[in-house]
């Protein structure tokens, strides 16, 4: 892996890592093997969420591939510590986790037991500059991490470099909204409830000018230049998800986000 002292915002990278391990999100044992199938903690609501994206993604996009006779060449961008790379490594794919953290709590250090049982290639690195060669990988995925770019076109731009003509580039588990107003207030709770939800580590937290959400328009004007066409396939969440748009319409608050699957085929 590449040394994180090596790599930009030093400080936001620890911050980040010691909010998570706040939060209790730095899995170890059998709770970071179960991901994302976790049944049991603060976080498994959020994971049976996740959890359905990676069932649509493996259904859809890499069991049909590996049943081919197929051993995909999977890139799994904002990658945490490696649990869909490992996955997919299990299923038959070649894989790599990127991530701009290297920490042990639930950064690129902490799947080293991942990659001890079904191995799979852990690269520290900026979403905007990429160590890999043009067209490398039949899959390229953002794994809950295309929100936190800053800027959308040139993240975009690099990662379709790196997906071989006719491959996939998806955007999995990155909150999307119908309505740009309905995101922008999303951000402005954000910052106006930032030290209730970060404390002292608020300012460091929310200095990044991260896009924060996305639209299909947001995603259509990012690409616009490349020739890239994204086309939303829906998946089917647990029932409270899919009725939180009904209950913030009868509570007077604004439109919550969705996940599924964006996917677009690189020219």
Request: aromatic residues 10%; hydrophobic residues 50%.
């Amino acid at each position: 892996m590449t040394p994180a002292a090596m790599l930009p915002d030093a400080q936001f990278r620890a911050e980040y890592a010691a909010h998570r391990a706040s939060e209790g999100r730095g899995y170890a044992g059998a709770a970071l093997f179960a991901l994302p199938y976790l049944e049991r903690g603060a976080h498994a609501r959020q994971w049976a969420v996740r959890a359905r994206t990676f069932d649509a993604f493996m259904r859809r996009v890499i069991l049909p591939a590996v049943r081919a006779g197929e051993r995909p060449r999977v890139l799994d961008l904002g990658a945490g510590n490696g649990w869909l790379a490992w996955r997919v490594s299990l299923a038959g794919c070649d894989a790599m986790a990127v991530d701009l953290r290297d920490d042990a709590v639930d950064g690129l250090a902490a799947g080293a037991p991942l990659a001890a049982r079904a191995p799979f290639h852990r690269v520290a690195a900026t979403f905007d500059a990429l160590p890999l060669r043009d067209a490398s990988y039949d899959v390229v995925l953002f794994n809950a991490s295309l929100h936190y770019a800053v800027d959308l076109p040139a993240v975009l731009r690099e990662a379709a470099r790196v997906v071989r003509p006719g491959g996939r580039l998806l955007v999995l588990d990155s909150p999307f909204y119908a309505l740009a107003r309905d995101g922008d207030a999303m951000v402005a709770e954000k910052h106006r409830e930032g030290t209730a939800r970060y404390g002292e580590r608020a300012a460091a937290l929310l200095a990044v000018p991260c896009v924060e959400y996305l639209t299909a328009a947001r995603l259509a004007e990012a690409t616009a230049d490349s020739g890239l066409a994204w086309r939303r396939r829906r998946v089917r969440y647990p029932l409270w998800y899919e009725l939180r748009g009904a209950v913030a319409f009868l509570r007077g608050r604004r439109a919550p986000s969705r996940f599924d699957l964006w996917e677009t085929i690189v020219p």
